[in-house]
């Protein structure tokens, strides 16, 4: 019995406890020792060499579970990891959370205990006999349920006045050190003891309630007494054990617990409802731009991703996948044009090629079959000047195609010339009056004309002296431009009928970079005057010298004057043969601009008709013109307004629905 209590005890008391653990531990060893040197060395070496070998076996097992664990969670889709986490995060949360409660109001029901205990320690004592008189059948909440234990100096007991009796005559009381022993107890610290029940009628079972409380631990405290002897004057010194049952502690901590556990498990599936509700929403556009990549892998280049807000992460990924599917789309149909355009370029130039040998050769089999035949002389030279007509108009032809084969490889031109626009267009304006002296021509200034609620802005004509422009380009290269200007005008606009040439110089708020890309549209020319308003009422921007050849002909229909710049494009193929054209002199003017970091423009002339050739080249930056205009100023990027930048960008990159 002494042996029993004693290891109950000890479990309170940590040294008992290490050291009967450490005096085990101690014998277990010398045994396994034993048992060891019996076996013998050479079983020991054998045991040694399979410890080496079955290190890297166990590594590889470990390496092998490590990997089929990675692959089977990245398996797992984002959403179930997502949640996962967040049951994981609540999970351990909330039961860190209880546990931490739990903790926190068990310490603090003991310290109330131990505080109650010392200061009632005097009263229980004082009212000892009252309390041993008390009716202890009822389970009442007061001092009667208190225990107390006197013993003498020699740690004896002496009496136990204080025993409580709960229901059904149970008795519950602290296991404490065996008679005559104090074991590790101390005074004025309390500890907790375990309970002994006992019964005082054997007949009576008591119900699962009572037992429970009667089978809770105690809280005790021993104390130092004193008391006079019997004759008065000696003092008696005794200690006393003053015990309170912790069965109400433990019932709150319990029924705190129960709590505790059912409001972690409503959070955690709450959060595991709220969390799956926010995940999917959140993981919905991924969803959305997953189909939008697989009808895209599927051919349709116009899908897009919806739109969402760019200050989150999925807005982002849609405004940067967007912008990248807009550039992929506009790359291929830029690919589909040049492929289209290059397979109908050597159709066409297969059939140019092809007429004037057609020519040569029937002509020359026409001078072998009259040779010898009366008047064979005169029908030889006719035949031999339609030959060389054709293999003139062949000569052209092939010299042409190699200029436009250098441009596109970008050579062939020297930009870094200086040149004098002015006197060039001056020129022109001579060569059209050497042409046809009949027609009336007209020179002067080019002005923007703002746009009001109705009209969009435009280029109005001032009659008067070409304004001084001078520019960095190739002189000859934009004579050549100019030149297939003229004799366009001068082929395919009736004789007599008037032409105005207008130039100017105008700031603009865009890049030569990004004008140079502008696609040949009746849109076009328009952006660029809206980027001239901006220019001109803000005073920033890049300078550029604006001419424009205004005729009044037959023109060209509004869906055909695009076709203008294409190779081999002509209104009318015959008539074009009988003019002398190539249907290459609007290409070469092109490709010429566009080296030059320009553009040109065709559009319907806004009075009488005809059509109006509108070319933009910038000025170099530290240029002035002799007139005292405004130099040229820094290129900016971003000093444009909105609706200006916005339609800038649309006409860089338009859509394909609108396209259509």
Known sequence: MAKTQASSLSGGNPDVSVTDYSRLSVDEDENVRDAMSEEGEGHGDREKQA?????????????KLHRFWLDHLDSVPLSTKLVACMLVLLTVGTFGISLTIRQLVSNYLVEKTDAQLRDQAQLVYSNVDLLSNRDGKNENIGPNEYFMQLRDTENNIV??????????????????????????????????APARVRTLNAAVKSDKRTIQLAQAPWRVLALEGRERGPDGNSVVRMTVYIGVSMADQIDIINTLTRYSILVSIVIVMVGAIVATLI??????PLKRIEKTAAKIAAGDLSQRVHAAPENTEVGSLAASLNAMLARIEFSFCEQQKTTEKMKRFVSDASHELRT??????GYSELYRMQRGLPGDLERADESIGHIEASSQRMTELVEDLLSLARLDEGRGIDINQRVDLTQLLTDAVDDLHALDAERGIQQGR??????????????AFIEGQF??????????????????????????????????????????SITPESLQHLPVDKQSLRYFLEFV???QSMHVGTNYAVFSFVDHGPGVPVERQSQIFERFYTADSSRARQKGGTGLGMSIAQSVVQAHRGFIDAATTRNGGGLTLTVVLPIALDERDETGEQPAMKTFEHSVSKKATRQGRQGIWPRRDKAR
């Open 446 to 459: 080019l002005k923007l004309n703002v746009k009001d609620g109705r009209n969009s802005g435009y280029l």
């Open 159 to 192: 009496s136990t006045p204080l025993v409580p009796v709960l229901r059904d005559n149970l008795l519950s009381e602290p296991v404490l050190p065996p008679n005559g022993s104090m074991g590790n107890v101390k005074y004025d610290k309390p500890f907790t």
């Open 51 to 63: 410890g080496r070998v079955s290190k890297p076996s166990r590594f590889r097992i470990f390496a």
């Open 279 to 284: 995940i999917q929403r959140t993981l919905l």
């Open 533 to 535: 308003e901006v220019g």
């Open 356 to 361: 004037p040998l057609a020519t040569i050769h």
């Open 467 to 508: 304004p001084e422009v001078t520019l960095t380009g190739d002189a000859s290269r934009l004579r050549q431009v100019i030149t297939n200007i003229v004799g366009n005008i001068h082929r395919y606009t009736p004789v007599g009928s008037p032409v105005e040439v207008g130039l100017s110089v105008m700031p603009a």
